[in-house]
T-cell receptor, first 113, second 113 residues
Framework: QQQVKQSPQSLIVQKGGIPIINCAYE??????FPWYQQFPGKGPALLIA?????SEKKEGRFTISFNKSAKQFSLHIMDSQPGDSATYFC????????????FGTGTRLKVLA | DVKVTQSSRYLVKRTGEKVFLECVQDMDHENMFWYRQDPGLGLRLIYF???????EKGDIPEGYSVSREKKERFSLILESASTNQTSMYLC????????????FGEGSWLTVV
């Protein structure tokens, strides 16, 4: 029940394409859903995050879609660029004395020029 | 900007050695975390601390211990390194009540031979 399932494991798109990464969770107590972007040799950096009281959030070219009833959320990257090539992790967090983050297994994205 | 600094980026240690991984954050965050990142497994929580001298086990604490003597510093200790502890180790820090976000360091690559 504490797992976050992320798919696909890897993704290749052409420049300008719209890669979509999906995550699913079971625990309805999760109340914070961030996405992290990680470049090779670097630590993950927060990209965008959403709370379950909204269905969509946009920040620049990045959009989170959130479906509370289906317990799924996804990341869309509009007009993808080669510089977006990175590994993306979804996470779900629940507060129990402190916030506990559960991470997905990651999606390696490659955007071709 | 939040800065989480992991002083050792690349280490090679022998089986049985005691290993110290140090992490310092400059944002006065109460909460600090140690994760382990392995391909296909995502980020797994080893230990976390919500206050000085306080620590809690995460999902994979076996073979590890931690120390938090000062608010800004959180150390991960491998008492007797083994080859299955070869991995990337990520330190993170965060404070709750605002964005509830955790911020990662650049990671420490540990190879145990």
């Amino acid at each position: 029940q504490q797992q976050v399932k992320q798919s696909p494991q890897s993704l290749i798109v052409q420049k300008g394409g719209i890669p979509i990464i999906n995550c699913a969770y079971e625990n309805t107590a999760f109340d914070y859903f961030p996405w992290y972007q990680q470049f090779p040799g670097k630590g993950p950096a927060l990209l965008i995050a959403i709370r379950p009281d909204v269905s969509e959030k946009k920040e620049g070219r990045f959009t989170i879609s959130f479906n509370k009833s289906a317990k799924q959320f996804s990341l869309h990257i509009m007009d993808s660029q080669p510089g977006d090539s990175a590994t993306y992790f979804c996470a779900a967090a629940v507060f129990s004395g402190t916030y506990k983050y559960i991470f997905g297994t990651g999606t390696r994205l490659k955007v071709l020029a | 900007d939040v800065k989480v600094t992991q002083s050792s980026r690349y280490l090679v240690k022998r089986t049985g050695e005691k290993v110290f991984l140090e992490c310092v954050q400059d944002m006065d965050h109460e909460n600090m975390f140690w994760y382990r990142q392995d391909p296909g497994l995502g980020l797994r929580l080893i230990y976390f601390s919500y206050d000085v001298k306080m620590k809690e086990k995460g999902d994979i604490p076996e073979g590890y211990s931690v120390s938090r003597e000062k608010k800004e510093r959180f150390s991960l200790i491998l008492e007797s390194a083994s080859t299955n502890q070869t991995s990337m180790y990520l330190c993170a820090s965060g404070v709750w009540g605002g964005t509830d976000t955790i911020y990662f360091g650049e990671g420490s690559w540990l190879t145990v031979v």
